[in-house]
Every structure is written in C-alpha cells, then in structure tokens.
C-alpha cells in the first residue's frame, strides 16, 4: 500500500497510524538505506534480524558486506516521539531529497519513503517490460479481482500517474 505524507520543517515523519500497527506498534526504529534514493524505516526489533543475516553472509557473498556497510553509513536509530514522528537521519535527508510531500510504502516488515517527484521517476526509469508482466500475470492471475487486468498505459499518462507505464485498470465489458 503507498501513501502521501509530508516531512516537516526539522525532518520528522509522522508515522500513519495504520502503518504503526502494521509494524507492531514498536517506538525504536532504523531508518536506513540500500542506495541513497529513498529510506527504509525498519522497527529495531526487525533492523537486528536483517543485520544478522547480512553479517552472516559477508564470509561467503562480498554483496552481503557492501549492503551492510551502506545501511550503516545511512543509518541511524531512532525513537519515536510522543506525536507519532521519527526523525529522517540527515545523510538521508540530502542525499535521497526526503522533504516535504513524500511517498510511504508499505511492506510487511518496514516503510519505504520516497520524494515524490522521485519516485514517479523511478517508476518511469524502470518500466514494467512484456517479460515481468507476463511472469506477473502468470503468477498473480489468479489474485486479481474479476474485471481487472493490464492493460499497455496510453501516451497520454503523465510522470503525475501513479503507474507511469503500465496501468491496472477496470477491463470494460
């Protein structure tokens, strides 16, 4: 799920609270990043699980170490405060441009935030191809709600649309 937010002036987020609870209503974070484009706020609790895990695979996989060594150059712990907000480390702040209106996607284990208008050019960079939409709806056909399927985007749709080059749309009848 994505939703628009906002970072205010001193660089704090307000966590959504439908967020918070998908988190497991913890009050400790780790805002970090893979590659300075957008920040990944993990719960603590969840950051030390992933951390072992990388720590773990850097004797057998370089890859393991280079992920670890970034997610500690961008991150940082942080608590929560009482209004809900955690505050965006400043290194991420500047480099993946995390002010004012923001994108909050939501996974199942952490947020992803994205500037805006980075983000619609990051979908766009990275189009969905005729290869991913069909692994996609081979996998995923049975998911769809009846009457929806992909269709190609038309010239027409702007970087303002949310999916820039492929559209889930109604399928008319």
């Not at 994505?2 to 307000?14: Q, T, V």
Request: proline share 4%.
């Amino acid at each position: 799920m994505s939703m628009s937010a906002k970072i205010d002036p001193k660089g704090r987020l307000r966590i959504p609270a439908n967020s918070l609870s998908a988190l497991g209503d913890c009050a400790e974070f780790f805002i970090t990043s893979e590659d300075g484009n957008s920040a990944r706020v993990y719960p603590l609790v969840i950051w030390n699980e992933v951390e072992k895990r990388l720590a773990g695979t850097h004797l057998h996989n370089s890859n393991g170490l280079r992920l670890l060594s970034r997610a500690k150059y961008f991150g940082q712990i942080v608590a929560m405060d009482k209004q809900g907000r955690v505050l965006i480390p400043v290194v991420l702040r500047e480099t993946a441009d995390i002010k004012g209106e923001v994108d909050v996607l939501n996974y199942s284990k952490y947020l992803e935030i994205w500037n805006h208008t980075s983000f619609l050019k990051s979908l766009k960079r990275s189009s969905i191809t005729a290869l991913d939409e069909k692994t996609s709806t081979v996998r995923n056909r049975a998911r769809l709600p009846i009457g929806f399927r992909f269709e190609p985007a038309s010239e027409s749709n702007s970087l303002s649309s949310p999916t820039v080059d492929r559209r889930l749309s109604l399928a008319r009848r």
